[in-house]
Antibody, heavy 118, light 108 residues
Framework: EVQLVESGGGLIQPGGSLRLSCAAS????????MSWVRQAPGRGLEWVSV???????YYADSVKGRFTISRDNSKNTLYLQMNSLRAEDTAVYYC????????????WGQGTLVTVSS | DIVLTQSPGTLSLSPGERATLSCRAS???????LAWYQQKPGQAPRLLIY???SRATGIPDRFSGSGSGTDFTLTISRLEPEDFAVYYC?????????FGPGTEVDVK
């Protein structure tokens, strides 16, 4: 059974850093493309970043240069390193698994809340 | 970057009625790279449709997708009580993804 479990969220001051983790089970993270998607309170879904199976990474303009997506194949875990955090980064962050046959997400974690506030 | 627009923002309907949701792209999107998601409060999104018109596993046949190029549609033939939710379209292009702003289907 495919499962994605996010962790690492919490309250952080503006300008601070946080690393989110997404522990995967039931599949291998290096086989699929993986993404982070966020949702600010009361708002819609916003795509944040993707790491493809070959290792290439891409980011939304709103986080480029501040966030870094990575994976640890030995731990079967996806990460999002978030630096220079701003109030507008406050959101629930979801980890999502991409399929091997298309460009869409078929499994999602339950999300972890990041609150950026002084 | 490709921008998705969804309309209407809110759709107020009664159970049993037909819902038609629109997703328009700022430039052409490959049909293979257009998907639809349903999200209920406090839950993660759920995949409904991929490749513009293919139903995901376990999705009832009252849900259907269509369209090509810049115009895509999600249709719910007869609304069930559990279908009242927010619906998002997702596209992939130029190594990036984007979601539409969502359409909320609520009870009239």
């Amino acid at each position: 059974e495919v499962q994605l479990v996010e962790s690492g969220g919490g309250l952080i001051q503006p300008g601070g850093s946080l690393r989110l983790s997404c522990a995967a089970s039931g599949f291998t993270v290096s086989t699929n493309f993986m993404s982070w998607v966020r949702q600010a309170p009361g708002r819609g879904l916003e795509w944040v970043s993707v790491i493809f199976s070959a290792g290439s990474t891409y980011y939304a303009d709103s986080v480029k240069g501040r966030f870094t997506i990575s994976r640890d194949n030995s731990k079967n875990t996806l990460y999002l390193q978030m630096n220079s955090l701003r109030a507008e980064d406050t959101a629930v962050y979801y980890c999502a698994r991409g399929t091997t046959v298309g460009r869409y997400y078929d499994y999602w974690g339950q999300g972890t809340l990041v609150t950026v506030s002084s | 970057d490709i921008v998705l627009t969804q309309s209407p923002g809110t759709l107020s309907l009664s159970p049993g009625e037909r819902a038609t949701l629109s997703c328009r792209a700022s430039q052409s999107v490959s049909s293979s790279y257009l998907a639809w998601y349903q999200q209920k409060p406090g839950q993660a999104p759920r995949l409904l449709i991929y490749g513009a018109s293919s139903r995901a596993t376990g999705i009832p046949d009252r849900f259907s997708g269509s369209g090509s190029g810049t115009d895509f549609t999600l249709t719910i033939s007869r609304l069930e009580p559990e279908d009242f939710a927010v619906y998002y379209c997702l596209q992939y292009g130029n190594s990036r993804f984007s979601f539409g702003p969502g359409t909320e289907v609520d009870v009239k």
